[in-house]
């Protein structure tokens, strides 16, 4: 069984940072693109940045420049560094991952249960 869980979320004002990290657990044999996802009420899940394994980044123009995504392969950790956050960035925040427990097994998909993020004015 494969877990992906979230933490770092919370309330900061306008202008300030937070470090979003998602570890994934479980029987796990190798991890490609891990990313972030978030949800704001009323509209769709829309992708904020993605790391593939070998480093390789892609970002939301709505958060280039001020947001960072790393990961660390043995810990099998994904971050998101977010700074000079607005208003606009409040949302639930997503980790996902494509996962393959076996050497030669199929990827699949997965998602954490998600982490809130509130930046007031």
């Known amino acids: 069984q494969v877990q992906l869980v979230e933490s770092g979320g919370g309330l900061v004002q306008a202008g300030g940072s937070l470090r979003l990290s998602c570890a994934a657990s479980g029987s796990i044999f190798s991890i490609n693109v891990m990313a972030w996802y978030r949800q704001a009420p009323g509209k769709q899940r829309e992708l904020v940045a993605a790391?593939?394994?070998?480093?390789?980044?892609n970002y939301a123009d709505s958060v280039k420049g001020r947001f960072t995504i790393s990961r660390d392969n043995a810990k099998n950790t994904v971050y998101l560094q977010m700074d000079s956050l607005k208003p606009e960035d409040t949302a639930v925040y997503y980790c996902n991952a494509d996962i393959r427990i076996t050497r030669s097994g199929a990827w699949y998909n997965y998602w954490g249960q998600g982490t809130q993020v509130t930046v007031s004015s």
């Open positions: 790391i593939a394994s070998g480093g390789g980044t």
